[in-house]
């Protein structure tokens, strides 16, 4: 059906016999430049429609894609050479890496590559590379097949009931694979990929373009119920929500304002997307993370932690230009979040292993303080961090952000938690949400934690740890 519209741009369609063309074209160039079974190639693109072009162009010539965030300043990508043995470039961005570096527009010139059929993919070829950060901040390149691809995608258009004449509109990143997933499902069921103009609102957005379809992060819902009164526009089916745990107010308002929400749960490592809440959750259903998804196995281990695995399980790890398999004997890899199943089979996710610390003796979960800190009134989000303290080792303080109009109450926010958790778990001190640092797919728990170390020792210069 090459007269399908694939793509949706604010200048109108792009067919499926337009993208062809195109990919035709930036696979001759990349003939001609050497590219071929194996390479790894950067994509460092602030362009979707050139990153979904270069990606399948890539997957062609059986290349692997690397998927380089645009928030990735220039001196970075010498660490990613040495991760994941990165050989080239293909980038519309100022750059002064030594790689071979390849501009989208210089790709795309000349004649289309002649074809008498379009070759068919493997399923165990290797596809792409995300960069997801470890415990010490270097980020580590995670490995997908295209299998991983193809059966994540399977997996939520089975569950979303996706169809061909649908509209996703892409709203997240290529370089997180929760951007990626859009296209892969679209590409798959015959739907429609809907890319805005950039820094569009994204209420105007799914009135301009009425998508059946969108993901976002909790941040992204939480503006959107800020800036767009109206009702949700009729043609949208599903908001697919990920990322990180929602806040308990965001979710109320959008159940209560008749959004489609639909949680999940998903990681990297799973190419995406693992588990989801059915079509018309309750609010109850809406706070756990859903059923898991056809083509993934979910089970708790013994201390807690959440084990995936299936055909959307990722090979491995990159890692100074070595394969790590992080695997048990039968396949399971440990997520490093917890959790547990409950008799409906629904997921419940509890927070990371890793944001676990001691205080006092007493283990301290920072989700479940934020989980209470975001039912108080007046409360949108929170992020809770510790910080040193010279009895206890460690102690709680949250970033805070406040609802529409809610005033700065640390003080009745403290009470009201100790009437809930735990005195170890109320948090020593309270500090307005870092806007300037925080816009990111989900907050930096990272930068959040080194932001409260500086602000505690600042107002406590005689508390030494």
């Known amino acids: 059906m090459p007269d399908r519209p694939v793509l949706w741009l604010p200048s109108g369609p792009l067919t499926a016999a337009d993208l062809e063309q195109q990919v035709r074209r930036v696979v001759a160039r990349l003939q001609r430049e050497g590219v071929g079974a194996g390479d790894r190639i950067g994509l460092w693109l602030e362009d979707p429609v050139a990153t979904i072009v270069c990606l399948l162009a890539l997957w062609r010539l059986r290349a692997v894609a690397c998927l380089v965030s645009t928030r990735m300043p220039s001196g970075g990508l010498d660490e990613l050479v040495l991760q994941i043995g990165l050989q080239a470039l293909i980038t519309d961005r100022p750059s002064s890496t030594t790689l071979p570096c390849w501009h989208p527009e210089n790709l795309a010139e000349g004649r289309p590559e002649a074809v008498e059929a379009v070759p068919r993919l493997a399923l165990e070829q290797e596809a792409t590379v995300f960069f997801t950060s470890g415990s010490t901040g270097v980020p580590k390149g995670v490995l997908h097949t295209i299998g991983n691809h193809i059966y994540s995608a399977r997996g939520v258009i089975q569950h979303l009931r996706v169809q061909a004449g649908d509209r996703w509109l892409l709203v997240l990143p290529l370089y997180h694979v929760g951007g990626m997933g859009v296209v892969l499902r679209c590409l798959l069921a015959g739907a429609e990929i809907v890319i805005p103009e950039r820094q569009e609102p994204l209420g105007q957005a799914l009135t301009r373009y009425a998508p059946t379809h969108v ?3 909790h941040t992204q819902l939480w503006r959107l119920l800020r800036d767009f009164r109206e009702a949700p526009p009729r043609a949208l089916r599903a908001v697919l929500l990920g990322g990180s745990a929602i806040p308990e107010a965001v979710l109320q308002e959008g159940v209560a304002r008749g959004w489609p929400l639909r949680t999940s749960y998903g990681l990297t490592e799973m190419a995406s997307t693992v588990t989801v809440t059915p079509a018309g959750a309750s609010l109850a259903l809406l ?11 979910v089970k708790i281990g013994a201390d807690g932690a959440i084990l995936v695995r299936g055909p959307v399980r990722f090979v491995g790890y990159l890692e100074r230009g070595q394969l790590q ?12 979040d917890l959790g547990w199943l409950d008799e409906q089979g629904l997921l419940h996710v509890a927070g990371r292993r890793d944001n676990r610390f001691i205080s006092g003796g007493e283990n301290i979960q920072p989700e479940a303080i934020e989980q209470a800190l975001q039912r108080l009134t ?3 989000e929170a992020v809770v961090v510790p910080v040193p303290d010279p009895e206890f080792g460690q102690r709680p303080a949250a970033f805070v952000r406040l609802s529409d109009a809610a005033l700065w109450a640390p003080e009745r926010w403290r009470t009201q938690l100790r009437r809930e958790l735990p005195g170890f778990m109320v948090p020593v001190a309270f500090w307005p949400w870092p806007e300037e640092r925080a816009e990111g797919i989900k907050p930096s ?3 959040l934690q080194e932001e409260a170390r500086r602000r505690w020792r600042a107002s406590h210069p005689n508390r030494m740890d």
């Open 445 to 447: 728990r990272r930068w």
């Open 325 to 336: 398999q992080p695997f048990d004997e039968a396949g399971w890899f440990d997520t490093g």
């Open 215 to 217: 993901s976002l992060v």
């Open 378 to 380: 007046g409360i949108a």
């Open 287 to 297: 706070r756990t993370a859903g059923q898991v998804l056809p083509y993934r196995a």
